[in-house]
């Protein structure tokens, strides 16, 4: 299995602390930010869960064109993972455009945008399933520079991921979280939160926040410096680095 690291570098453990310093809210700042875009995921959940029929109707209605992906299953929405980072630290298959779903080798994806090119549901089918029947379905909403998604398990119309995504003016991505749920244990969600910093339109820095909780005070932080030759295009809806566009530090 392939592992796209090279265009990264992560920081060792004494620059990391010394930029800390500088750059890093204090844990208390982190963890409040923490709890409170949990506490968001929780009341969208609280809002949408019965709405699982009503958002397939919407879909339908709202879908202008559909393409297809294959592999890349580890990320959350395959190769249209929201992260500009994620795909290049996971190691997994990164997944490959596929004209639909007769051509598909593996577990694939389907991507449904509305008339304005945005993506507004990604439904994840399994290979040897029913092409009529995705294994799951995920939902995105959009209010000003922020962007939520709400995943549904499509068998048991159960809410298992909710996400959230906040732009800049400019369209650059700012921050990402997300976070798995299970409606039997809902008090155990873990959060995954990436903060980006830019200089001169260029991405410049990660900080990316594994297996975060607040109830137990506990993250796991790994910082990441970015860069290339030239500036790199701002990061809106419809774009996302590419491992040609991250450039290895020299």
């Known amino acids: 299995m392939a592992r796209f690291i090279h265009p990264i570098r992560k920081l060792t453990s004494g620059a990391q602390n010394l930029i800390n310093g500088f ?8 963890m409040a930010n923490f709890q409170s875009i949990l506490e968001e995921f929780r009341i969208l959940i609280d809002q ?6 009503e958002f397939i109707v919407q879909t339908r209605q709202r879908t202008a064109t559909t393409t297809y992906a294959q592999g890349g299953e580890c990320l959350h929405r395959g190769i249209m993972n929201p992260s500009p980072v994620l795909n290049l630290l996971a190691g997994c298959n990164q ?3 596929i004209p639909g779903p007769e051509a598909a080798t593996d577990d694939y994806f389907r991507y449904s945008f509305n008339e304005a090119g945005e993506l507004i549901c990604v439904s994840r089918f399994q290979l040897q399933g029913p092409p009529e029947l995705p ?3 995920e939902f995105i909403f959009r209010a000003e520079n922020v962007e939520y998604g709400v995943t549904f398990h499509h068998g048991w119309e159960e809410v298992t991921k909710v996400s959230k995504v906040i732009y800049g003016a400019d369209g650059q991505i700012l921050s990402y979280a997300a976070s798995e749920y ?9 959060l995954h939160y990436e903060k ?4 001169r339109n260029q991405l410049t820095r990660a900080d990316v926040y594994f297996g975060i909780s607040p109830d137990l005070n506990m993250y796991d932080h790994h910082a990441f410096v ?3 030759d030239s500036e790199v295009p701002g990061i809106n809806r419809k774009k996302k680095y590419t491992v040609q566009e991250v450039r290895q530090e020299s």
């Open 23 to 30: 750059l890093s809210d204090s844990d208390e700042v982190l």
């Open 182 to 190: 299970d409606q039997a244990e809902p008090e155990l969600m873990f």
């Open 95 to 97: 997944g490959v455009e």
């Open 135 to 137: 294994e799951d379905m």
């Open 226 to 228: 970015v860069s290339g």
């Open 196 to 199: 980006y910093t830019y200089q």
């Open 48 to 53: 949408y869960v019965h709405l699982f029929p």
